[in-house]
């Protein structure tokens, strides 16, 4: 069959052995007893091959004119591996079967040329059957193979369990792919009437396998479509969407510090607005997501990339770019309360104490940051008391736990002091207001400049002990004085980046500004716990 193509054993192959023989028996060499004196010519109409099928109908003696029949040269089946196992398998079982029905020595399942074509009069219908019908009796070559081991297959018991079938499932139109053409010799189909019941009762217990094959596979089917939902839901759960937060307040409240997520698609809605939205690969809410998980656990930039499945710089440029925006929205929530607003809101042990004329306490707190190669500010940004390098920065909390006044950083080794009399905090006090401060606050003169007063813990100054009365009061006001320092513990637990070693990028002035970007950091920090309940008073 290589390049000589199949052709039917009725028409034979030209070898010389079988020519010798039939003018030995005296035979004619007559090429129209080859096809068994029928009037189906043959032509051939593969472009390659057509000048070797010509010489072979010239050695017949054919005639080649136009109605004369087609005979079509079919290719062995291929084995495609990449559909599937059953696709696969199914598909090596086919070739298989060809190669075997052939029986040609030249030809193996791994050794079969394109040039190796079997004839259209080996089959049925004329051509093979549909790949997957491999109950179809043309999905092996069977006809005119001149070798008696493999016997024909019967179209009549593929048309009749497709009738069979049809009744079952009340369907009464043949499916698309069981086209079958041709009509069945009556003889034949009469001597193998017996052989062709069994083979009915065969086919029906086929068809009950097959069946029920169907059934589990429509309930392996349903289980995959299952499973399918189960991890598209789990998917979604680490997907850091909305959805992903949707009925876990707590899990807001350890990602971002808020304590529910209403408020944090609130924050959401007003910085919708001004929040980037040019070439990024991250949504607005995982772009705020991004930003308070980083505030809030002090993750490293490249663990929240990984996190959100997208490149370092984009993470950095989106932090930076959100806080700029924060900064600009919830600044005005740390603000200073007007005078009637504080006095109608004081709590009773602070009237008890002091009346109604508290306005603010006061405290500072040191955030580390990286030692800076410039030996001047190495030596302005050294606290004495942290030993570290650090920024130091002025905090206000009304009598009622709200941050009041938070100021820019300032070089560690300034006085708590210099900080209060440059920070501005002055500026926002009025005649007969009360400042509570610790003993670094040394601010009478200054605060007396715009007739408050300050309150700070009396110390011995040399003496021995304390009076009584002095003890008394130094108790009430540290008493008091105690919330802003639980208060400054809440902004820098709830917001741990506070307490890491900043790097020297973010202590450097904005561009066109005059405050650092750690310093917008410390004013979101302050504005966003103002956004929670208050630790320091309780109502």
């Known amino acids: 069959m290589e390049h000589n193509y199949c052709l039917p054993s009725a028409a034979g192959s030209v070898d010389k052995d079988s020519s010798r023989k039939r003018k030995r028996t005296g035979q004619p060499n007559d090429p129209r007893r080859v096809w068994d004196k029928r009037r189906e010519r043959a032509r051939i109409n593969i472009g ?47 070739r298989m079967a060809w190669v075997a029905a052939v029986r040609r020595k030249t030809i193996t399942f791994n050794n079969i040329s394109r040039n190796t074509l079997v004839c259209s009069r080996h089959f049925h219908k004329g051509k093979p059957a549909y790949e997957m019908l491999d ?24 048309k009749r369990s497709t009738r069979r079938l049809q009744a079952v499932t009340g369907d009464h139109a043949a499916p698309a792919p069981l086209d079958v053409a041709g009509q069945v010799d009556e003889a034949s189909t009469a001597g193998n009437a017996s052989q062709m019941d069994d083979a009915g009762s065969n086919n029906n217990t086929a068809e009950q396998q097959e069946c029920h094959l169907c059934s589990c596979r429509r309930a392996e089917f349903h289980c995959l479509l299952e499973e399918n939902r189960r991890l598209k839901e789990e998917l979604a759960q680490k997907r850091m969407d909305e959805d992903s937060f949707k009925d ?110 508290v306005a603010v306490i006061v405290d500072c707190f040191e955030i580390r940051i990286e030692r800076a190669s410039n030996l001047k500010t190495r030596v302005q940004t050294f606290s004495h008391y942290k030993h570290q390098h650090t920024l130091k920065y002025l905090i206000g ?22 900080v209060t009399e440059n920070s501005g905090l002055l500026n926002k006090l009025l005649p007969g207001d ?55 513990g809440c902004v820098r637990t709830k917001y741990t980046i506070l307490n890491g070693i900043v790097p020297v990028s973010m202590v450097l002035p904005c561009q066109g500004e005059d405050m650092t970007f750690l310093d917008k950091i410390v004013t979101v920090c302050c504005a966003l716990t103002n956004m929670c309940p208050s630790v320091a008073m309780k109502p």
């Open 48 to 94: 390659v091959a057509f000048s070797r099928w010509r010489e072979l109908c010239d050695k017949l003696q054919l005639e080649r004119d136009a109605d004369l029949a087609c005979v079509l040269l079919e290719s062995f089946p291929a084995w495609k591996q990449h559909l599937g196992s059953r696709v696969s398998e199914l598909k090596k079982r086919r």
């Open 248 to 357: 876990d307040d707590a899990k807001v409240e350890y990602y971002t510090g808020l304590p529910c997520l209403t408020l944090l698609m609130g924050v959401l809605t007003q910085l919708l607005p001004c929040l980037p939205q040019t070439g990024r690969k991250l949504s607005p809410f995982q772009m705020l997501l991004s930003t308070l998980m980083r505030l809030r656990l002090n993750l490293p930039i490249q663990h929240i990339a990984y996190l959100f499945s997208v490149d370092r710089k984009t993470v950095s440029t989106t932090f930076r770019d959100t806080i700029g925006s924060m900064f600009s929205h919830l600044k005005p929530l740390v603000h200073w309360p007007e005078r009637h607003y504080l006095q109608a809101t004081m709590p009773h042990h602070f009237v008890e104490a002091f009346g109604s004329q």
């Open 434 to 488: 009360l400042v509570l401060a610790d003993h670094g606050f040394d601010i009478r003169d200054s605060v007396g400049l715009v007739c408050a007063k300050v309150k700070i813990p009396a110390f011995t100054g040399g003496h021995s002990q304390l009076d009584a009365k002095d003890v008394e009061e130094a108790r009430r006001i540290a008493h008091l004085r105690v919330h802003v320092e639980r208060m400054i």
């Open 135 to 158: 109950s179809d009796p043309d999905w092996v070559p069977s006809l005119h193979l001149r070798h008696t081991e493999v016997n024909a297959t019967h179209s009549g018991r593929f």
């Open 397 to 418: 909390i009304t009598p009622r736990g709200s941050i009041s006044f938070i100021s820019q950083g300032w070089e560690g080794h300034v006085s708590d002091k210099h």
